[in-house]
């Protein structure tokens, strides 16, 4: 039974409805990628700003590296249950190539995803920036009348650390790499699990909270070394910073590292759990068969995958075909 058979909605939005699954889908799709990637950075850098305001001001309190973290996870969370089901959830350049190279998702619509993502992030970043504009436009200036925003401000303790990820001062890149480079496998690893259908672990609804957890514990451990994780959020929030505080803010050669390392990593990730981790011939857990035939049974564009054997709504499947005949 799907929600047009029990609940009737306004023309306006039936009529919307109809056009969007067909005229403009393929927008719709980007706009929920878009929506997921701004969500996840909104929430995190918005924690963000308040530890590096706190910090520079010595007030305490404001925020911390857990905080941060927690923020980053919840905005994981908001966004796969808000925009999973129009989208798929990628919400990671890394994802959508994985999806690409793998499971035969349009390339086409791959690189209409990226930019929707790259776009949600810098979106996100520059929101930010205007919520936070009234203290840190005052902060900067009191920074540099005191001499000391020219040696924080492209740096993770500065203003503009807020929006562009930066490696700390002084660091050597190629531990930076190698910091990276693990956090993103093991997110991967994280990731794949999680929607590996035969987990009996991971039911559907545990799946966004598990994927927010590996990220928050990434950050509590290893943002201090240099963590971008994401590159729709370093690219964008690298953008945005250029956008307010011009070339300065590209962050040099580490800006390639943090943009570019999660895709062979994540892609390691999923080569892995394939090989030596995915089994076909485990049975696939009632949540988890629920789960797909929730989408596989969409009125316009699924398959009409009758319900289990003895089903309550065993009854319905003629009406669910006629659905599907009418649409």
Not at 8 to 33: D, G, M
Not at 46 to 52: I, K, Y
Request: with cysteine; aromatic share 12%.
């Amino acid at each position: 039974m799907h929600l047009s058979d029990v609940k009737r909605r306004p023309r306006l939005f039936s009529s919307w409805e109809k056009y969007r699954h067909t005229k403009i889908h393929w927008f719709v799709e980007c706009f929920a990628e878009f929506l997921g990637v701004f969500l996840y950075t909104w929430c995190g850098v918005g924690s963000t700003a308040n530890f590096v305001v706190g910090n520079l001001t010595d007030t305490p309190g404001l925020s911390s590296i857990f905080q941060i973290g927690i923020a980053y996870a919840c905005g994981i969370v908001f966004a796969l249950v808000i925009c999973c089901a129009t989208s798929g959830g990628h919400f990671h350049p890394a994802v959508t190539l994985v999806k690409v190279l793998f499971d035969g998702f349009p390339a086409y619509k791959g690189v209409a995803y990226v930019a929707a993502q790259i776009f949600g992030g810098y979106v996100a970043c520059l929101l930010v920036y205007a919520q936070y504009r009234n203290i840190l436009v005052p902060l900067e200036a009191a920074l540099e009348a005191a001499g000391e925003l020219a040696a924080i401000q492209f740096t993770p303790s500065g203003p503009a650390g807020i929006f562009g990820l930066y490696a700390p001062a002084g660091a050597h890149l190629g531990w930076v790499f190698l910091n990276e480079f693990v956090c993103d496998v093991v997110l991967g690893l994280g990731i794949f699990a999680c929607i590996d259908p035969t987990n009996v672990f991971v039911p559907p609804p545990l799946a966004p909270i598990l994927v927010g957890a590996v990220y928050a514990v990434c950050i509590w451990g290893y943002a201090t070394p240099g963590l971008a994780a994401n590159a729709a959020r370093d690219v964008g929030g690298r953008l945005a910073a250029m956008t307010i505080w011009g070339m300065d803010a590209s962050g040099g050669a580490y800006a390639a590292i943090a943009a570019l390392t999660n895709i062979p990593a994540m892609l390691l990730a999923y080569v892995m759990y394939e090989l030596l981790l995915m089994d076909t011939d485990r049975v696939i857990p009632a949540a988890q068969l629920d789960y797909l035939r929730v989408h596989q049974n969409h009125a316009r564009t699924g398959t009409s995958l009758p319900p289990p054997s003895g089903s309550p709504v065993e009854s319905t499947d003629k009406m669910n075909v006629t659905h599907i005949e009418r649409a």
